[in-house]
């Protein structure tokens, strides 16, 4: 169960790994952006793996989880990032509508990421408004710093709120799997074998 979990983690830090990147660069990595998106609209997968399309495109995440907890980490927001997420993913789940609503707008969007592409620009955008008039409303609101010459553009911010739909849906699944923020602290050593045992 526990290795499970670790999958779930994975995807949360790859996916907001990557909210970090745009918001500094303008750009994400295509395939791990891919990953992110197609996520969100496996709903119904059959276990963590299938929810990724498989444990291994999910490798940039184990890495960066692998960093992190070895203190080796380069980016300071990131696990702010990510307790701001798992915080949402708390305020989410209690609220009915907000997380009826995303259910049904991931649905009403499926046929066109299954014709065009999950990141398809279309389906970013539609991604990226679904998330401001849902998930936005929430507190804590998900604060993503990076360059203002990106922040400001349309574009990049539906991209941005995209991929923090994917974030939360892997910090939704981290929950539905047993995961609190206390295994961080207390069950350390069980996730760094189990990233591990991932990584062989």
């Known amino acids: 169960m526990n290795d ?5 983690l ?13 918001a500094e660069t303008g750009q994400a990595d295509a395939t791990v952006l891919t990953t992110s998106l197609e996520s969100v609209f496996r709903i119904d997968a059959a276990s963590p793996e299938e929810v990724y399309g498989g444990a291994s495109n999910v490798r940039p ?3 960066l989880l692998r960093d992190y907890l070895d203190n080796q980490g380069d980016d300071p927001q990131l696990p702010k990032l990510a307790l701001s997420v798992t915080q949402l993913e708390r305020r989410f789940v209690a609220s009915e ?9 991931i649905l009403e969007l499926k046929p066109k990421a299954d014709q065009l592409g999950s990141s398809h620009p279309e389906v970013l955008s539609a991604l990226g408004s ?8 929430l507190r804590p609101k998900v604060m993503v ?19 923090l739909l994917a974030a939360l ?18 069950r350390k050593r069980a996730l760094q074998q189990s990233i591990e045992g991932w990584l062989d």
């Open 97 to 105: 509508a907000v997380a009826d609503r995303v259910h049904e707008g």
């Open 145 to 163: 710093q990076g360059n203002p010459h990106y922040l400001g553009q349309a574009g990049v911010v539906a991209e941005i709120r995209a991929i």
């Open 61 to 63: 995440g184990l890495l």
């Open 10 to 22: 994975a995807g949360l830090v790859q996916a907001l790994k990557q909210v970090r990147r745009i």
């Open 4 to 8: 499970d979990r670790v999958l779930a």
């Open 169 to 186: 849906r892997s910090a939704v699944l981290w929950r539905q799997l047993g995961g609190s923020v206390w295994d961080l602290f207390l």
């Open 130 to 137: 679904l998330y401001a008039e849902t998930v936005s409303h």
